[in-house]
């Protein structure tokens, strides 16, 4: 395949964004958004690059937003979401005024008639405490209208120091309100239930949501190599969600520390990658391993539904092949995976890997 550079971001020097990170989104126009974690006024932006028009060969950057490290946060940390109102919505990890480095969950509206400027709501800042602190991940668009995302640490668990993170749903505004409304739907207790959940959550065709959360040292090894968890909505009438783990990673030969959100198949199976283990060690990685991608297939009936999912092991690299995958895989339509490595490979600086049954 070709690859061809479509812009190269200039930096804050410039005004532009630096240090593209999380996913990019296609909007309705063709052009491409996406946030950068510094950059702008140095503090992080939201930009679009834009196809060239007919005749011409340039793309362009328009930045949206630069954050100010004030009330509207700093540093995004993933990327953005379209809402059903044409608005971008997302995350930044901190915030400049009390309470201090928390985050926020931000609209950007487009530009009315008439004007050139994208507008910035700040919808909820995290106080650290029981609502959760520093949202880590992309947020979700729930058919209810309702945006649902992760928080690193805080939440009502007492095994973390700051608290073990927390799911989080935020529901707009009543007709005729302005407050969005913050829900904890899961906090995290540490031990098999899972620490820090850092990747974006998906929902499965049966309106759970699926995550993972990432490893736990204790002393003489793990109580957690990280965990893939299913979190199913209240019936009717009721307001508690279940969580399952469906699966919780113990060895380096299993795989340890989830590095990317996962994806579905058409079965109910799950994908996903681990940036450690696996069951090739190299000079490379030596004994922790290079990482892996899994696969998990939900129980057979008659299994209860709390047994744990079958994992299996896909791949797992060796330095030469890759080492470390990260960010989100992706199917295309005859079933093969595409993914990305942060190392390994020829000059050591990581691949683009396709993976397919034979």
């Known amino acids: 395949m070709d690859r061809d550079t479509l812009y190269a971001f200039r930096g804050s020097f410039w005004g532009e964004p630096e240090q593209p990170n999380g996913d990019l989104i296609l909007g309705s126009d063709g052009a491409l958004y996406g946030m950068s974690?510094?950059?702008?006024?140095?503090?992080?932006?939201?930009?679009?690059?834009?196809?060239?028009?007919?005749?011409?060969?340039?793309?362009?950057?328009?930045?949206?937003?630069?954050?100010?490290?004030?009330?509207?946060?700093?540093?995004?940390?993933?990327?953005?979401?379209?809402?059903?109102?044409?608005?971008?919505?997302?995350?930044?990890?901190?915030?400049?005024?009390?309470?201090?480095?928390?985050?926020?969950?931000?609209?950007?509206?487009?530009?009315?008639?008439?004007?050139?400027?994208?507008?910035?709501?700040?919808?909820?800042?995290?106080?650290?405490?029981?609502?959760?602190?520093?949202?880590?991940?992309?947020?979700?668009?729930?058919?209810?209208?309702?945006?649902?995302g992760t928080t690193w640490y805080g939440g009502t668990g007492t095994h973390c120091q700051r608290g073990c993170g927390t799911v989080f749903k935020l529901t707009p505004p009543s007709p005729g309100q302005s407050q969005w409304t913050e829900t904890v739907i899961h906090c995290f207790q540490g031990g098999r239930d899972g620490v820090y959940p850092n990747q974006s959550l998906i929902f499965g065709r049966d309106g759970a949501l699926y995550g993972v959360t990432q490893p736990e040292m204790v002393a003489g090894g793990f109580a957690s190599g990280g965990t893939v968890f299913k979190l199913t909505p209240p019936p009717p009438g009721e307001r508690q969600w279940t969580e399952t783990?469906?699966?919780?990673?113990?060895?380096?030969?299993?795989?340890?520390?989830?590095?990317?959100?996962?994806?579905?198949?058409?079965?109910?199976?799950?994908?996903?990658?681990?940036?450690?283990?696996?069951?090739?060690?190299?000079?490379?990685?030596?004994?922790?391993?290079?990482?892996?991608?899994?696969?998990?297939?939900?129980?057979?009936?008659?299994?209860?539904?709390?047994l744990q999912w079958d994992k299996t092991i896909l791949y797992s690299f060796h330095g030469g092949d890759g080492e470390m995958p990260n960010a989100r895989l992706v199917f295309d339509t005859s079933g093969a995976l595409y993914g990305v490595t942060l190392f390994g490979g020829t000059g050591g600086n990581g691949v683009a890997f396709k993976l397919q049954n034979k």
Not at 71 to 77: I, L, S, V
Not at 109 to 115: H, V
Not at 126 to 138: E, K, L, N, V
């Open 37 to 148: 974690v510094v950059g702008g006024k140095g503090n992080g932006t939201v930009f679009r690059v834009a196809p060239p028009p007919p005749g011409q060969t340039r793309w362009t950057e328009t930045t949206l937003y630069s954050f100010t490290y004030g009330a509207d946060g700093a540093y995004p940390g993933a990327g953005p979401i379209f809402g059903a109102d044409g608005a971008l919505y997302g995350t930044t990890a901190v915030t400049g005024v009390a309470p201090y480095l928390n985050g926020t969950v931000f609209r950007l509206a487009p530009p009315t008639a008439g004007e050139t400027k994208w507008t910035l709501t700040t919808l909820y800042t995290f106080t650290g405490g029981a609502d959760g602190g520093q949202p880590a991940s992309g947020l979700i668009l729930g058919t209810d209208g309702a945006l649902y």
């Open 245 to 306: 783990v469906l699966y919780n990673f113990n060895s380096w030969k299993d795989g340890l520390t989830p590095s990317s959100p996962l994806i579905l198949d058409t079965s109910g199976s799950l994908y996903g990658l681990t940036v450690e283990g696996g069951a090739t060690s190299s000079q490379s990685c030596g004994a922790v391993g290079c990482g892996t991608v899994f696969k998990l297939a939900p129980p057979t009936y008659p299994h209860p539904p709390q």
